[in-house]
């Protein structure tokens, strides 16, 4: 399962990177792919909305069925509120990449990005504001996703208080 989750997230994320501007088939596959609760209900409900077929505020920024994450700012935040709790995103457009979009992701103290570097999870180089964030949950939850399912490392043997040497065998 973890590896078709991240097969997915993955072809999201060189969608997104792909993409010039918002895209009402891209924000649908993002909310069944990081919402999966939601999906099996048929709706999906995470920003306090009223379910479907009732009357929805105009703010909801909701359309078929999902939210504009892709067009934005607000959606693309709540997004990441909901499926990266804690996290937060520094939004900056960068000049002299032609003045395209980018998103660093901040994540809580204790949070486990095993081998990631802190650029792996950044949007980058992005059309819109609303397209670096999503870019930069997708590839946030990929690292973690990542992280979760590398082989652990075994452990090491207890020695005592013998001298094994290490490398180079015992010391005498």
């Given at each position: 399962m973890a590896a078709d989750q991240i097969?997915?997230?993955k072809g999201l994320l060189e969608r997104v990177k792909a993409a010039e501007k918002a895209d009402r088939q891209l924000d649908r596959d993002i909310c069944k792919a990081l919402l999966p609760a939601e999906k099996e209900r048929g709706?999906?409900?995470?920003?306090?909305?009223?379910p479907k077929g009732e009357n929805l505020p105009a703010s909801a920024y909701w359309v078929n069925n999902?939210?504009?994450?892709?067009?934005?700012?607000?959606?693309?935040?709540?997004?990441?509120?909901?499926?990266?709790?804690?996290?937060?995103?520094?939004?900056?457009r960068d000049d002299d990449d032609g003045g395209r979009f980018a998103a660093e992701m901040v994540w809580p103290p204790g949070t486990d990005i095993g081998e990631?570097?802190?650029?792996?999870?950044?949007?980058?180089?992005?059309?819109?504001?609303a397209l670096a964030i999503v870019e930069g949950i997708l590839a946030s939850k990929l690292v973690l996703l990542e992280a979760q399912n590398a082989p652990k490392?075994?452990?090491?043997?207890?020695?005592?208080?013998?001298?094994?040497g290490g490398r180079n065998g015992p010391q005498a």
């Open positions: 097969e997915t997230l709706y999906y409900n995470w920003l306090g909305m009223r999902s939210y504009v994450v892709t067009a934005s700012v607000d959606a693309a935040l709540a997004l990441m509120e909901r499926v990266l709790p804690g996290w937060d995103a520094h939004i900056y990631a570097g802190d650029y792996e999870m950044d949007g980058r180089h992005a059309a819109t504001r490392a075994a452990p090491l043997p207890e020695t005592g208080s013998e001298n094994t």
